[in-house]
């Protein structure tokens, strides 16, 4: 099954195996994509659909150091190189819209940004920025209802850039503890207004900024990714977060999103995601389901033979592999990634991974 073609709302995928999100830190002037990563991209475009890394829809959201955003019309250009390079090689291609919220340092940050959270308390741990080496995170300024609204127009606005910069459509990052997740999760998300304190409240800005960029581009071009269970950036397990997502998840698939896609981070020490409450998630939406977290060929299979997912997603694999689907069609060896090039700028451990000779 993982070789077979899948629509995907109104876009027709060559087969079921999705590129994941990941961050390559190469958008080095001024944050906005170039040539380099067009070649990168488009290496990888025989992907059934390949989500771009995180891309800030706002200057506040540019926590990590040489980010892509897409928030000017230098970022459409930038981004454009990137689509026209993956369709003219007949792949499909969103790009995940990424606030980083308190996941940041001001140092990352371009003049007259902030950083920006749910609440005033600091994340824990530091950040690497190029100017001053690693240091802790910035302490964010708890967001008013002005900012919240400003943040909203931006993910919108975001959208609309993104679908004239040439993308299939967008995936907007509610996982891994960055701005829409900091809203979801009640271990950072302090609030006792309508935009926290209850289920209902925590789940209100996610709904919000899926509305505002389905009204902008058509519910058919907007996916969202959740990570419930996960311990990324200093969120974590709840009581009732199942119970949380499920209804959050029945109002996403209400507005029929183009996908959710779940990220189960337990393949790298992480608590797993339970599979009842993926199997819940699931019959929730009404639409297609993507599963991510360690996956490869035989466990994709099985997988989608089960009818746990619709597509699976992977990521080291693909960064590695930029003709992963030919090597599993083949059953051939893969390539290891090394991780000392993951966030470096240029083209080493980028686009000069080996593909199959022929």
Not at 40 to 56: D, F, K, N
Not at 105 to 112: C, E, F, I, M
Not at 309 to 314: H, N, Q, R
Request: proline share 6%.
């Amino acid at each position: 099954m993982l070789f077979e073609t899948f629509s995907l709302r109104a876009t027709n995928l060559n087969n079921r195996a999705v590129m994941s999100p990941l961050t390559r830190s190469r958008a080095v002037e001024h944050n906005t994509p170039n040539s380099l990563m067009a070649t990168y991209y488009s290496q990888r475009a025989s992907a059934g659909l390949i989500i771009t890394e995180g891309t800030s829809p706002s200057p506040n959201g540019l926590g990590y150091a040489r980010i892509p955003g897409l928030f000017n019309d230098a970022h459409v250009q930038g981004w454009k190189l990137v689509t026209d390079a993956v369709h003219g090689k007949g792949g499909k291609i969103v790009v995940q819209l990424m606030h980083t919220g308190r996941v940041s340092h001001q140092a990352n940050l371009p003049v007259g940004a902030e950083v920006l959270g749910p609440s005033s308390d600091r994340c824990p741990g530091e950040m690497w920025t190029d100017s001053h080496g690693s240091q802790p995170h910035t302490p964010p300024r708890e967001m008013t209802d002005g900012d919240i609204a400003a943040a909203i127009h931006e993910f919108a606005t975001a959208a609309r850039l993104a679908i004239a910069a040439g993308f299939d459509g967008i995936e907007l990052h509610a996982a891994n503890g960055y701005l829409l997740e900091q809203f979801l999760n009640a271990n950072v998300n302090r609030r006792t207004d309508g935009y926290g304190g209850t289920p209902e409240g925590r789940n209100r800005l996610v709904l919000e900024v899926a509305r505002a960029a389905a009204k902008e581009i058509g519910a058919e071009r907007v996916g969202i990714r959740l990570s419930p269970h996960g311990v990324f950036n200093a969120t974590g397990s709840f009581a009732e977060v199942d119970e949380q997502y499920v209804a959050l998840v029945r109002e996403l698939s209400a507005l029929g999103l183009m996908y959710i896609h779940v990220l189960d981070h337990s393949a790298i020490g992480a608590p797993p995601v339970p599979a009842k409450l993926k199997a819940d998630l699931r019959a929730a939406f009404d639409g297609p389901f993507v599963l991510a977290g360690g996956f490869d060929k035989d466990s994709a299979e099985q997988a989608l033979i089960e009818g746990h997912s619709d597509l699976i997603a992977m990521g080291r694999a693909f960064l590695a592999n930029p003709d992963l689907v030919e090597r599993m069609r083949q059953n051939a060896p893969l390539n290891a990634p090394d991780p000392s090039t993951f966030y470096t700028p240029g083209p080493q451990g980028y686009t000069d991974y080996s593909a199959l000779a022929g």
